[in-house]
Nanobody
Framework: QVRLVESGGGLVQTGDSLRLSCAAS????????MNWYRQAPGKQREWVAL???????NYAGSVKGRFTISRDNAKNTLYLQMNSLEPEDTAVYYC????????WGQGTQVTVSS
C-alpha cells in the first residue's frame, strides 16, 4: 500500500525557517519523481517543487531561491527546506508522487505570522 506521511510543520514568524519531511512507503521511492504541493485557506492546491529520480529539481517562481527540495533514498524520505518564510507561505503542505497519481497524505500545516 502506497503511503505518504508529512511532518515538520508548525507556527513560525516571518523570516524563520522550517524543514518538512515526507516519509514514503509501499513503492520504490528511489525510482520516482517527487513533488511538494501546498494549499492555502480558500485557494486551490498549487505545485511547489519537484525532484526527479536523478535529483534534478524545479521550483515554483514564488519559492525559488527560498525553498530547497531534497531526498534521502536510503531513508525513503523527501524533504523541503523552507527559508525566509513569508505569511503567503501559510498552507497545508503535501508530498506527491509524479508517477502514482491521486495518492495524498494528510499534509502538514505551516503557519507564518507577520
Amino acid at each position: 500500500q502506497v503511503r505518504l506521511v508529512e511532518s515538520g510543520g508548525g507556527l513560525v514568524q516571518t523570516g524563520d525557517s522550517l524543514r518538512l519531511s515526507c516519509a514514503a512507503s509501499g513503492f520504490t521511492f528511489s525510482t520516482k519523481s517527487m513533488n511538494w504541493y501546498r494549499q492555502a485557506p480558500g485557494k486551490q492546491r498549487e505545485w511547489v517543487a519537484l525532484i526527479t529520480s536523478s535529483r534534478n529539481t524545479n521550483y515554483a517562481g514564488s519559492v525559488k531561491g527560498r525553498f530547497t527540495i531534497s531526498r534521502d533514498n536510503a531513508k525513503n524520505t523527501l524533504y523541503l527546506q523552507m527559508n525566509s518564510l513569508e505569511p503567503e507561505d501559510t498552507a497545508v503542505y503535501y508530498c506527491y508522487i509524479s508517477e502514482i497519481p491521486n495518492v495524498w497524505g494528510q499534509g502538514t500545516q505551516v503557519t507564518v505570522s507577520s
